[in-house]
């Protein structure tokens, strides 16, 4: 299932930065167990957002007015460009590949601040951006979302931002255990799920046994459940299509 492989994707790409701030996540190989996921009072974010935490640059704007780097949707070109304005370096691929190889022709990349970002394999469109830790020993990245969460946050801050989520996946993996919030967030993505819609795909026969509701964009947020100074605090913030 090509949705549930982005996050196991994008669970990877979090022990590939602790491991090592200059490699490329490494890919996923297996699917995590939907039938976790707890679902709860469904929410949408409202287009309010927290004036009192200003960021200096934007990753990703949680509204239809506010201006960011990146959305759903870009072209590769739209991305690079916007990498160029915003003075962004990509990590080196592991693999020796050109800068310009892993831009035009990738599945994504993570640049040396810690942003990822994703595309999709069939219309090559953005689909997914994240903000990831950029030290090896601490939970810490320069940049929040649009109302203020920063990674090394607490779940009680990002309930205090958020509120309650419109559902909970939790992964009880024995070396990486987390849990993962999930917002929908008012973003009008007509454009991008046509794009989609022209691209004939195989039918998943495993979709429906998933927990989110297709042709929305979701705020996810990762929280780890590891014992020790990082519990209960968040490891990665995730902006994705479904």
């Not at 409202?46 to 959305?71: G, I, R």
């Not at 830790?133 to 205090?160: F, H, M, N």
Request: glycine share 4%; with cysteine; aromatic share 10%.
């Amino acid at each position: 299932m090509k949705k549930l492989v982005i996050i196991c994707f994008a669970v990877l790409l979090i022990a590939a930065i602790f491991a090592s701030c200059a490699d490329m996540p490494p890919a996923a190989t297996s699917d995590p167990n939907s039938s976790d996921g707890e679902r709860n009072s469904p929410s949408v974010l409202p287009n309010e957002t927290d004036t009192s935490s200003e960021v200096s640059k934007l990753v990703f704007a949680e509204d239809d007015t506010t201006e960011a780097m990146f959305h759903i949707g870009m072209t590769r070109e739209e991305v690079k460009q916007s990498l160029e304005d915003n003075q962004l370096e990509i990590q080196p691929s592991v693999y020796g590949s050109s800068e310009e190889f892993v831009l035009m022709s990738g599945g994504g990349f993570i640049t040396t601040d810690g942003i990822s970002v994703m595309y999709d394999t069939v219309t090559d469109l953005l689909c997914q951006v994240a903000i990831f830790p950029v030290s090896e020993t601490e939970l810490c990245s320069s940049y929040a979302s649009q109302k203020g969460l920063k990674i090394g946050d607490t779940v009680e801050r990002l309930l205090e931002l958020y509120g309650e989520p419109y559902t909970i996946y939790e992964d009880d993996n024995p070396y990486n255990p987390f849990v993962a919030y999930y917002y929908i967030l008012p973003i009008n993505l007509d454009d991008y799920f046509n794009e989609i819609a022209k691209v004939p795909r195989k039918p998943n026969p495993d979709a429906s046994d998933f927990f989110l509701e297709a042709g929305k964009a979701y705020l996810r947020v990762n929280i780890s459940k590891i014992e020790g100074d990082n519990y209960n605090k968040i490891t990665s913030i995730v902006y994705e299509a479904w």
